[in-house]
């Protein structure tokens, strides 16, 4: 915060004066101006005019400061805001081409929430975890993922029909050593720790913002080591009881990953 000074002028009357005598009082405080513009505080005369100098003296009312600073503030609140998009954008689209290996896109639909429907729209980023297990005529291997989503109800009401969502997860993978007509099969089990934007969505009471989310899926991979992937993942959300109501979130996804960088392990 910028300290400010305010100057309280207040013109007196006096018996040995017919003319007003100026007193000032200066005040201390604690405002934040718009950039570039000097504040003063005046109460003038008998008229009781109170307001704010702004620039060269001109007389701004108090009603009106309030509102240049709540929309300085809101400026930069919008500023913060976009800075942080455009650092996790930045920091996704990095990851995912240099580190992650591997990007992907998601789309479901809600199931058990008859008779509305939720849909979501996800974009992942994925990397090998290192772990590489063979097991009989198979091998285990892991990956992590980071994701960002929008959901979206067609119950629409006091509660929110739409929220984000943020989340990472570690998921487990097991293909068999042998191709199905030229196609890698894949399964694989997960479970992620997701924030959202809001506790409920359409119907669902959610009752906080952190959950838990499993998963379970199945796949086809042309290439072993790179390339496009195609599966569809049954999708959990919820807070494991840990406060109630826990109506939960079910999807099932049909999602795309395409891998860069052979990950050596999969």
Same mark, same amino acid.
């Not at 976009?82 to 990095?94: C, D, G, V, Y």
């Not at 067609?154 to 998921?171: F, H, K, Q, Y």
């Not at 196609?183 to 906080?208: D, N, P, Q, R």
């Given at each position: @915060? ?8 207040? #013109?007196?009357? %006096?018996? /040995? ?46 009603? /009106?400061?309030?509102? =240049?600073?709540? #929309? ?27 580190? #992650? =290996? ?33 097991? *009989? ?11 960002? %989503?929008? @959901?979206?109800?067609?119950?629409? *009401? ?6 984000? /969502?943020?989340?990472? %997860? ?97």
């Amino acid at each position: @915060m910028i300290g400010l000074n305010i100057r309280v002028e207040a #013109a007196l009357r %006096s018996s /040995e004066s017919p003319s007003p005598a100026p007193a000032a009082v200066e005040l201390a405080t604690q405002i934040r101006p718009p950039r570039g513009v000097r504040w003063g505080l005046s109460v003038r005369g008998h008229s009781g005019r109170i307001g704010a100098n702004a620039g060269r003296g001109a007389a701004v009312p108090l009603g /009106e400061l309030q509102d =240049m600073l709540n #929309a300085n503030n809101r400026r930069r609140v919008l500023k913060q805001r976009t800075f942080k998009a455009l650092l996790f954008i930045s920091a996704l689209h990095a990851g995912a081409t240099y580190a #992650a =290996m591997g990007i992907g896109a998601d789309t479901g639909v809600g199931i058990f929430d008859t008779p509305y429907r939720t849909r979501n729209i996800e974009l992942d980023a994925l990397w090998p975890l290192g772990g590489v297990w063979h097991r *009989g005529h198979g091998v285990f291997s892991d990956y992590g993922q980071v994701d960002v %989503s929008h @959901m979206h109800s067609s119950r629409t *009401g006091s509660l929110p029909d739409s929220m984000n /969502e943020a989340g990472v %997860s570690a998921i487990l993978r097991w293909r068999p050593d042998s191709r199905w007509h030229g196609f890698w099969i894949y399964t694989e089990v997960g479970l992620g720790l997701h924030l959202l934007s809001h506790v409920s969505l359409g119907a669902s009471m959610l009752s906080t913002r952190y959950q838990f989310g499993p998963l379970i899926g199945i796949g086809l991979a042309r290439h072993r080591h790179r390339g496009l992937e195609i599966g569809t993942r049954l999708q959990h959300l919820s807070n494991a009881n840990t406060r109630l109501p826990n109506d939960g979130l079910n999807f099932i996804e049909l999602y795309l990953t395409y891998w860069f960088d052979p990950p050596g392990h999969r």
